[in-house]
């Protein structure tokens, strides 16, 4: 159980393009997404949390219009890049978490290319 | 906001050794505190956590240990096994904060040696 998919698992993108990813959780209701980053060979960076039916809480230093966030349901987020550019190739992963609990669902990430 | 310093960033050791990995956080309300692998390309696993009301667990070749009072905590990796080899986070949050997401050590390189 507590299965979190990704799609696309990778995207290659022009300069100047948006790009959608969207994280699932498959087998559970997930009141509580979050959005991360990762660059080659560094740590997760947390990008944005989201809850159910509210705006996105964004981390100092991540732009809000750029990073679009929309959790429009208990099973769904979605994460678009809007304008991406080179500087925006990394690693996406996101991590669901039911209600009241601790653990965070990692999904298999995204590997977005911007050419 | 939080801060986990982790240390080695690399740490190699002969099969059958054990191995650990050391953090340190800044918040004090921090709560939760779990250990993830990592595997390259691949999603981070929960190899094991621990809440702030317990100072130790355990999990066959794997434990870790809670020192509110220091706010360090520890991951002890018993009779390594070459499948061992991979990047290992720490981390740790507040539940209930609101904008309560995990926040990364930078990560510790495994190396088990056969």
């Known amino acids: 159980g507590a299965v979190v998919s990704q799609h696309p698992s990778r995207v290659i993108c022009k300069s100047g393009t948006s790009v959608k990813i969207e994280c699932r959780s498959l087998?559970?209701?997930?009141?509580?997404m979050f959005w991360y980053r990762q660059f080659p060979k560094q740590s997760l960076m947390l990008m944005a949390t989201s809850n159910e039916g509210s705006k996105a809480t964004y981390e100092q230093g991540v732009e809000k219009d750029k990073f679009l966030i929309n959790h429009a349901s208990l099973t769904l987020s979605t994460l678009t890049v809007t304008s991406a550019h080179p500087e925006d190739s990394s690693f996406y992963i996101c991590s669901a978490r039911m209600a009241g609990q601790y653990e965070q669902y990692f999904g298999p990430g995204t590997r977005l290319t911007v050419t | 906001g939080e801060n986990v310093e982790q240390h080695p960033s690399t740490l190699s050791v002969q099969e059958g050794d054990s191995a650990v990995i050391k953090c340190t956080y800044s918040d004090s309300a921090s709560n939760y505190f779990p250990w993830y692998k990592q595997e390259l390309g691949k999603r981070p696993q929960l190899i094991i956590d621990i809440r702030s009301n317990v100072g130790e667990k355990k999990d066959q070749r794997i434990a870790v240990t809670l020192n509110k009072t220091a706010k360090h905590f520890s991951l002890h990796i018993t009779e390594t096994q070459p499948e061992d080899s991979a990047v290992y986070f720490c981390a740790a949050n507040t539940l209930g904060g609101g904008a309560d997401g995990l926040t990364f050590g930078k990560g510790t390189h495994l190396i088990i040696q056969p």
């Open positions: 087998d559970f209701q997930a009141t509580t």
